[in-house]
């Protein structure tokens, strides 16, 4: 089992930059691909990125790409999401999230594990 805590949120401006952070407790972070999710106010939870287990490969949604980041440290447990050029529409909880597979995935049911979120809210 393992145990995510997101951190980095917060207000910022149009244009500006936050990073995220997700830290894993328990054994065998290093063996799940991991992904970054985000729950706009009324909206569903909907996938933004994610990242293979030795993070050799990453995958973005379409609205996020070019401007956000995933990475992750496994010698720290922890995942990371940088984001760029933020505008109001980026508004939402994040939340991390772990699977077991090794496969690429946007659904929310193929992720065992979540965080509790952090808020990054996002002002015109």
């Known amino acids: 089992q393992v145990q995510l805590v997101e951190s980095g949120g917060g207000m910022v401006q149009a244009g500006g930059s936050l990073r995220l952070s997700c830290a894993a407790a328990?054994?065998?972070?290093?063996?799940?691909?991991m992904g970054w999710f985000r729950q706009a106010p009324g909206k569903e939870r909907v996938f933004v990125a994610s990242?293979?287990?030795?993070?050799?490969?990453?995958y973005y949604a379409d609205s996020v790409k070019g401007r956000f980041t995933i990475a992750r440290d496994n010698a720290k447990n922890i995942l990371y999401l940088q984001m760029n050029s933020l505008n109001p529409e980026d508004t939402a909880v994040y939340y991390c999230?772990?699977?077991?597979?090794?496969?690429?995935?946007?659904?929310?049911?193929?992720?065992?594990?979540w965080g509790q979120g952090t808020q990054v809210t996002v002002s015109s």
């Open positions: 990242i293979t287990d030795n993070g050799g490969s990453t």
């Open positions: 328990g054994r065998a972070f290093n063996r799940y691909f």
């Open positions: 999230a772990a699977r077991r597979y090794y496969s690429q995935s946007t659904s929310t049911t193929d992720y065992f594990a």
